[in-house]
């Protein structure tokens, strides 16, 4: 079913109003929009593995941290442009994710022993570039500023606000293509009941690591982004569990297992990260921002256990018909991968 008439307006609204507004906003509201947008599709590229299959990843930082290192030094060592290192590191992430997605799924691990993989896998993606000289080991990468488009680098700010914009359309995209198809389909029942569709004849082991290979290819892709528009790569920080958490957390909250969900739960958390980093900020308080994450997912896990994307939706007169705009049921985590929905992963 299509979603409420009003909604689509609102959307197709904003998508004609977004690219006018680096014109309209200063540079700080631009950059603003810019983390939107990026954590929107960083959100958008998990949402295939942990809203739709329901295969909680917790390590996606990983693939951030592949996809950003890999660009960076064909980059900085190569000559390479980013814009096809950008496909490198995609590909690199993409391996990466087929090697825990097939130990993963192959050996049977659900719920929260396939989260203390992934967990595993960036912890072990940070030690290895912590150790490794050539890409400068616990000092971090760090990226020469030439302001050139071909190197990925820009001396205006709003090009960044645009591709980030790009981005999130792009998975966006991805995404909604997916829940058209009996992919989609299939990656739905595997959330709600993984053992009825292995009686049924659906190959889970394969539509299972076929979305993980998708979404970590995605947010490997991703990590370009990250690498130049910081300009520097510190392995403690672009493979670590607060970056996971940044972007697992947007799904969450905006609705993890439907379309926009992510960008929703960007929408409501970015702008919120930011005005609470710089509060606490004042007071010494380095990473207050993340109790306030907490504590919003704990308000939402008791009075929006759907997400807020859901609940707009029933706010506007829409139904939830299946495929991917219908939001996870609520499970315990007990009923493993396939019933854990994207919400148990935090507890």
Known sequence: MTLPRVLLAAALAVLLVLPALP????????????????????????????GYAGQLSAGHAAFVGVGAYAAAVLSQDAGLTPWIGMLVGGLLSAALGAVIGYLGFRFGLRGFYFVLLTVAFAELCR?????????????????T????PRHFQFQDSRAYYYIALGFMLLATGVVA????RRFGMYLTAIREDESACEALGVDTFRVKLLAMVVSSFLTGMGGTFYAFYLFSLQPST??????????????IVGGAGTLLGPIVGSFILSPLAELSRAYFAKGGWIGGHLVVYGL?????????????????VKLGGGRF????????SDTSPQDGAGKAGARSGPS
């Open 23 to 50: 014109s309209l906003f200063g540079s700080y509201a631009v950059t603003v929009f810019t983390l939107i947008f990026f954590y929107g599709f960083l959100g958008q590229a998990w949402n295939i593995i942990g």
């Open 127 to 143: 030690l290895v570039a912590s150790n490794v000289d050539a890409i400068g080991g616990a000092l971090g990468y760090y990226i």
């Open 145 to 148: 500023f030439t302001g050139n």
């Open 177 to 180: 293509l997916i829940e058209r």
């Open 238 to 251: 672009v493979f670590g569990i607060p970056l996971s958490v940044e972007i697992v957390i947007r799904p």
């Open 296 to 312: 919003l997912l704990i308000l939402v896990v008791l009075f929006l256990p759907q997400g807020a994307y859901p609940w707009l």
């Open 321 to 328: 018909l299946g495929g991917g705009l219908r939001p996870p």
